[in-house]
């Protein structure tokens, strides 16, 4: 993931999930270990856009929703898919045969945090470090078929939020996908966001 995201995530998950929509560029460069710079640069496409505003030193959240937009129309999640393959197995058996330490993203992390399922799903998405990696191509080697399985490359900073993706960043995962199912999904999780 970009820093950007890192950071659009980190800011866009403490005003959903905390309430939180004050910051400092100060603060988040220190939290992320990257020059304000970076930040400032970070922030240039959703200032520009109107969901944040700045003031001084500090800068605020405007818009949450519009905010989500901008992050889920910049979201390349192709580029970041590092394994995929295909397996017979359901969804749910496949969520089980993981190994720990992954984190669960798209379908899996809405249905795993809601306990619910706007509609039947049969592809999984996690986010892994290279020796999860491994880990997983042992479970499920490479096999012919349309893949079912991807793997995504996990950030340094993703684990902070557990072993699923906050649900910012699980809607905007689940923008980027063709599945006529996700709609479903994504329609039922900004219901959630989006209060």
Known sequence: ?????????????????????????????RKFGI????????????????????????????????????????????????????????????????????????????????????ADYDKVYVYADKEKLEEIKKRFPKAKGNPNIFVLKKDSFSASYGDLTPDVQTFVDLWNLKDWYAKDFLNKLKEKIIK
């Open 1 to 29: 993931m970009l820093k950007k995201e890192i950071l659009w995530r980190e800011i866009l998950n403490q005003a959903v999930e905390n309430k939180k929509i004050e910051f400092t560029q100060k603060e988040l460069a």
């Open 35 to 118: 020059s304000t710079s970076t930040v400032f640069n970070a922030l240039k496409i959703p200032r520009a856009q109107g969901a944040i505003l700045v003031s001084g030193r500090n800068f605020r959240v405007a818009d949450i929703e519009k905010f989500l937009y901008i992050w889920a129309t910049q979201r390349n999640l192709e580029k970041e898919i590092i394994f995929k393959t295909f397996t017979p197995k359901n969804a749910k058996e496949t969520e089980g045969l993981m190994p720990s330490g992954i984190i669960f993203s798209c379908y899996s992390a809405y249905s795993q945090k809601y306990r619910d399922t706007p």
